[in-house]
């Protein structure tokens, strides 16, 4: 059966759900196409889960820093029940997600959408015709491939997992391996990271990553650099890690963390002239791919932004604007906060501490040691790091790192600070609520 739609849009995720509901909204006839669970991976199978299983984490650490100073002793962590609270936000997401969209007068397909030609898509027994499409199929994890890579468990799974067993392994030092070695650990597992070269989460200031890794070899969480692991073999109820230099590590299960694949093959691109290479679809400045009538956000992108939520959500909100007619500039990407929900956190946004270094004459760096400040003394906190970059000629921030537990929060503010152009005039007599982490700005930023 064939109908005819002004929108298709495939994927269900933060990017295609935004995109198809405020085109809707704006009156068009649009359909979704999901050939998984409604409602994509934040959701069901990546930020809010995670955050639901770190939030305990956030409570067993807090009561582990305060041990002698009020708190007898660190709670112990119930994997099972942990689980359960979790399923309680997730079990929900696909049916509701599914739901809000066909009360906005969508029309919702459950299968894998593929590309007729420029103009038709195949679902299953329908086709469906489109003025545009917007493609939002995200990504999902990379599996290296090496000898046994069939025994690799995924985010997926650890999201999941029924029960923590003693030991785990995650492949790959890059956001996923921080924040769940951070959940595993604080859960009671034996947690090893395996990381193929000397720079895991390469992309942030590495003072702060070396800090963050002693914080969690402190806890037990043991780090394998410069290793490339070429074989796993399933010895018993473990598996057996190896490398090419005799590095060799026995572990329960083990986890692929070395990145996400975007979802681009199922969709059959070649049958409607759609480019793309190995980390996504391309676009130009106006989310169009090289079929005019075809547009493409979130994670299925290759770019250079990061592949988060937010990111997802503000290409969506741009991309309904530019469809309806409210909008004809090119998208403009505002600087993106990210952060490693870890053990403590870490964040940054802007100008790095090394682009900074390698442009004295232009950037000035502050390096402070928050660690005695009264927000972090009163949780008797391990570590807490921030530095600061300022732009020498206009005075204003242009780059924050830190590493705290309440980094999350932390670049929150200087991400606003960065992107409203405020000066540190402007903060001397601005009044907060004391003693909150906003009444500490004003001595980071002066
Ligand atoms: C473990 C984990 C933790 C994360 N934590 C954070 C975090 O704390 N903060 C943050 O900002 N970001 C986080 N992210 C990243 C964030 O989840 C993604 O950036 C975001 O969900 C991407 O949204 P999207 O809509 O582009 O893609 P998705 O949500 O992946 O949606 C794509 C949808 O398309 C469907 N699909 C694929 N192919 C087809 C097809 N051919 N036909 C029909 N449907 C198809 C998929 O099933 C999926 O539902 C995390 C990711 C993971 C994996
Ligand atoms: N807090 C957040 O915002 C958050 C949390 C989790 C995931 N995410 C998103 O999900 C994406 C995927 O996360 P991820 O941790 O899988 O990927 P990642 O890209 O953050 O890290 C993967 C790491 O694996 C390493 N690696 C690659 N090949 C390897 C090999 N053969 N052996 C060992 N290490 C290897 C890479 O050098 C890299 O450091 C992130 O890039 C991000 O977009 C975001």
């Not at 809000?100 to 969508?106: F, H, M, P, T, V």
């Not at 007729?116 to 199929?137: G, S």
């Not at 963050?212 to 070899?217: A, D, P, R």
Request: proline share 4%; net charge negative.
């Amino acid at each position: 059966m064939k109908k005819i739609y002004d929108v298709v849009v495939i994927g269900s995720g933060v990017a295609g759900q935004t995109a198809a509901s405020g085109l809707a909204f704006a009156g068009k006839n649009v359909a979704i196409v999901e050939n998984d669970l409604w409602g994509g991976t934040c959701a069901n199978r990546g930020c809010d889960p995670k955050k639901i299983l770190f939030s305990v984490v956030e409570a067993h650490n807090k009561s582990l820093h305060l041990i002698g100073k009020g708190i007898e002793e660190a709670p112990i962590i119930n994997w099972s029940q942990l689980i359960a609270f979790k399923n309680t936000f997730t079990d929900p997401v696909p049916e509701q997600s599914k739901k809000r969209l066909k009360a906005s007068g969508i029309d919702v397909y459950n299968a894998t959408a593929e590309f007729i030609d420029a103009k038709n898509i195949k679902v299953q027994d329908h086709i469906l015709e489109a003025a545009q499409f917007v493609i939002a199929t995200g990504a999902r994890p990379a599996l290296i491939n090496i000898e046994g890579k069939e025994h690799f468990l995924t985010s997926d799974d650890f999201l999941s997992l029924p029960n923590m067993p003693d030991k785990l392994t995650f492949i790959g030092g890059g956001y996923i391996a921080f924040e769940f070695a951070a959940i595993a650990n604080a859960a009671g597992a034996q947690v090893d990271v395996i990381h193929h070269n000397s720079r895991p989460l390469k992309a942030y200031d590495q003072e702060l990553v070396s800090a963050l890794m002693s914080q969690l070899e402190a806890k037990g969480v043991i780090f394998h650099l410069d290793t490339n692991i070429t074989l796993i073999e399933k010895v018993g109820q473990q598996f057996k890690l190896t490398d090419d230099k005799g590095f060799e590590l026995t572990t329960d299960l083990v986890f692929a963390t070395t990145g996400r694949l975007a979802n681009t093959e199922k969709l059959k691109l070649e049958n409607a002239d759609v480019t793309y290479d190995k980390k996504g679809i391309i676009v130009n400045d106006y989310l169009q791919t090289s079929n005019p009538a075809i547009y493409a956000l979130g994670d299925v992108l290759s770019k250079k932004q990061p592949k988060l939520t937010p990111v997802s959500s503000l290409e969506a909100s741009y991309l309904v604007s530019l469809l309806t007619n409210k909008n004809d500039c090119p998208i403009a990407y505002p600087k993106i906060p990210t952060n490693v929900f870890s053990s403590p956190k870490l964040a940054q946004v802007g100008v790095t501490v090394l682009e900074a270094e390698n442009s004295k004459d232009k950037y000035e760096v502050s390096t402070i040691d928050a660690s005695n400040w009264f927000n972090y003394l009163r949780v008797n906190e391990p570590v807490s790091k921030v530095n600061i970059i300022i732009d020498k000629d206009s005075g204003l921030l242009a780059g924050a790192s830190c590493l705290n537990n309440e980094a999350d929060q932390l670049i929150n503010f200087f991400t606003f600070f960065i992107n409203k152009e405020i000066k540190a005039a402007e903060l001397a007599d601005a009044v907060f609520a004391y003693p909150t982490i906003a009444s500490d700005l004003t001595y980071f930023y002066t």
